[in-house]
Nanobody
Framework: QVRLVESGGGSVQAGETLTLSCAVS????????VAWFRQVPGKEREGVAVFRTTVFTTYYANSVKGRFTISHDNVKNMVSLQMNSLKSEDTAMYYC??????????????WGQGIQDTVSS
C-alpha cells in the first residue's frame, strides 16, 4: 500500500507563488507515476502535472505549462508542485496521485486526501 499526504496549500493573491508537497510512503518500489490533479466543485478532476519515476520525465496540462513545475526529491521521497504566476482559475482542491502503470492521467491507484488552494484576484 502507498500513502500520499499533501501539504503546503493556502490562500494567495494572483501572480504569487505557492508550492505544494506530497509525502510518499509505503511500498513505493512499483510506482511509475506521481501526479497532481485538481478539482473545483461541479467539475471533473483534471490532471495538472505528472512525474514519471522510472524515466524522470514530466508532463503538464496546457493550462499550467510554463507556470507550474513538478519535481521529485528522491532522498525525502517527496513530490513537489511549484506554482508560479497563479491565477484565480487555479483555485481548486489539489490532489496528489500515484500509480503502478504508465500513461498520463489514467489508471490511478492511490490518492491523497486533497489540499485547498485559493487564489484571489
Amino acid at each position: 500500500q502507498v500513502r500520499l499526504v499533501e501539504s503546503g496549500g493556502g490562500s494567495v493573491q494572483a501572480g504569487e507563488t505557492l508550492t505544494l508537497s506530497c509525502a510518499v510512503s509505503g511500498y513505493t518500489d512499483n510506482l511509475r507515476r506521481v501526479a497532481w490533479f485538481r478539482q473545483v466543485p461541479g467539475k471533473e478532476r483534471e490532471g495538472v502535472a505528472v512525474f514519471r519515476t522510472t524515466v524522470f520525465t514530466t508532463y503538464y496540462a496546457n493550462s499550467v505549462k510554463g507556470r507550474f513545475t513538478i519535481s521529485h526529491d528522491n532522498v525525502k521521497n517527496m513530490v513537489s508542485l511549484q506554482m508560479n504566476s497563479l491565477k484565480s482559475e487555479d483555485t481548486a482542491m489539489y490532489y496528489c496521485a500515484g500509480t503502478r502503470y504508465g500513461g498520463t492521467w489514467d489508471n490511478i491507484d492511490y490518492w491523497g486526501q486533497g489540499i485547498q488552494d485559493t487564489v484571489s484576484s
